[in-house]
């Protein structure tokens, strides 16, 4: 099941939790640490988080929340940051940290992680003057630690519900990804941006 825009979904009781609306045009740079994960099995599996933890994710959800409203990437990238260093303690990523470190050498807005799965990325604001720069350095750099990377950039969904009316400069709000090469593929070159 897919949503028009970025939306809080319940997994595991598998409901809509909330509608966040929409982000200007955003890319992820990343790549794929390998194997596999049996979701299902990993969703059974019982999460050593405390009561504190709960509450921290709640508390970053809220922020999340805010920053889409107010269309703040710089913000967005903080919680998906900080949302990954928590989720080592579960489900560990040993690129993390090298990553964290491409994304201050190219001044990414954070870096993201597939919290079930082997994936992760920088993610780059594409507005940016210097989005090209960026996403390029990002993808030699991906490149050399994994062997692999890929690009992803978000669509736009215009009439997406609770969506905020865009900023002038910034077009129509967009949200969801494509997928723009392959992971597990080396590229030769800058990536098609």
Not at 12 to 32: E, F, N, Q, W
Not at 88 to 96: C, F, N
Not at 156 to 176: K, V
Request: charged content about 20%.
């Amino acid at each position: 099941m897919l949503y028009p825009g970025i939306v809080a979904f319940r997994h595991r009781a598998v409901r809509l939790r909330g509608v966040l609306g929409s982000l200007p045009a955003m890319a992820v740079v990343g790549i794929d640490e390998g194997g596999s994960v049996d979701t299902v099995g990993f969703n059974r599996i019982p999460k050593p988080f405390t009561a504190a933890d709960r509450h921290r994710y709640a508390h970053l959800l809220d922020r999340l929340t805010r920053a889409v409203r107010t269309r703040d990437l710089a913000e967005v990238g903080r919680v998906a940051t900080r949302s990954a260093l928590m989720n080592q303690a579960l489900r560990h990523k040993w690129s993390l940290e090298p990553l964290r470190e491409i994304c201050r050498e190219v001044g990414g807005l954070g870096v993201t992680v597939g919290h079930s799965g082997t994936t992760l990325g920088v993610l780059l604001d594409a507005a940016d003057p210097a989005y090209t720069r960026r996403a390029t350095a990002a993808a030699q750099a991906c490149t050399d630690l994994a062997g692999n990377v890929a690009v992803y950039r978000t669509l736009s969904f215009p009439n997406t519900p609770n969506a905020p009316a865009p900023h002038p400069r910034q077009g129509p709000p967009t949200s969801g990804w494509r997928r723009r090469s392959s992971p597990g593929r080396t590229i030769s070159g800058p990536p098609r941006l």
